[in-house]
């Protein structure tokens, strides 16, 4: 079965940065784009950072110029390193294969994700 295996997150304090990790398991991310999702409590889940097949990277207003996505074929991992964090970075946080954008939902292959939290 093709997921993602996240890892990465924890509790870190307003401004803080952390690096979190994607690693495919049962397929290749050779020739694919790669998208990181969030969802926080209540709210639905959103694409915030794309990376396609190329190694051009996209992201959404609220954290260009804070989050870095990254990739290492070789290696089949997708990095997102956050910077700068605020607490509606708060979420757990997924990867999905060719899906980058909205909520998500044409995507059916979620791993279990890493919990972020941002807070004093």
């Known amino acids: 079965q093709m997921r993602f295996v996240e890892s990465g997150g924890e509790w870190v304090q307003p401004g803080g940065s952390l690096r979190l990790s994607c690693t495919a398991s049962?397929?290749?991310?050779?020739?694919?784009?790669q998208g990181w999702f969030r969802q926080a409590p209540g709210k639905r889940r959103e694409g915030v950072a794309c990376?396609?097949?190329?190694?051009?990277?996209f992201y959404i207003d609220s954290v260009k110029g804070r989050f870095t996505i990254s990739r290492d074929s070789d290696k089949e991992t997708v990095w997102l390193e956050m910077n700068s964090v605020e607490p509606d970075d708060s979420g757990i946080y997924h990867c999905?294969?060719?899906?980058?954008?909205?909520?998500?939902?044409?995507?059916?292959?979620w791993g279990q994700g890493t919990q972020v939290t941002v807070s004093s």
């Open positions: 990376i396609i097949s190329d190694g051009t990277p």
């Open positions: 999905a294969l060719d899906v980058c954008w909205d909520d998500g939902s044409e995507y059916h292959n």
């Open positions: 049962g397929f290749t991310l050779r020739g694919h784009a």
